[in-house]
């Protein structure tokens, strides 16, 4: 099992920054792939970042060019600076770490207001 425990959420005015960060403990050892997902009520909950265990990162085209995920593998935990916050970049986010056997874990969320 793996446990996930996202910080880092809260509210910023619009053009503001926030990082949010998910640290990982359990049976780590067998993820490769870890990420954030972001979720607002009454729709599917949405790709933003996801992160390899070498480095390789793939972004939401709405965030691409503001938000940066990144790791500390030594640390066991995946980070996500988001710049220039938008109103409609509120939303729940979750952190979600993938095993290469396609299981997947995800923490319990933290959430981001981001006001106009």
């Known amino acids: 099992q793996v446990q996930l425990v996202e910080s880092g959420g809260g509210l910023v005015q619009a053009g503001g920054s926030l990082r949010l960060s998910c640290a990982a403990s359990?049976?780590?050892?067998?993820?490769?792939?870890m990420g954030w997902y972001r979720q607002v009520p009454g729709k599917q909950r949405e790709l933003v970042a996801i992160?390899?265990?070498?480095?390789?990162?793939n972004y939401a085209d709405s965030v691409k060019g503001r938000f940066t995920i990144s790791r500390d593998n030594a640390k066991n935990t995946v980070y996500l600076q988001m710049n220039s916050l938008k109103p409609e970049d509120t939303a729940v986010y979750y952190c979600?770490?993938?095993?290469?056997?396609?299981?997947?874990?995800w923490g319990r969320g933290t959430q981001v207001t981001v006001s106009s």
């Open positions: 992160i390899t265990r070498g480095g390789s990162t």
């Open positions: 359990g049976s780590i050892f067998s993820i490769n792939i």
């Open positions: 979600n770490a993938r095993r290469p056997d396609s299981a997947q874990y």
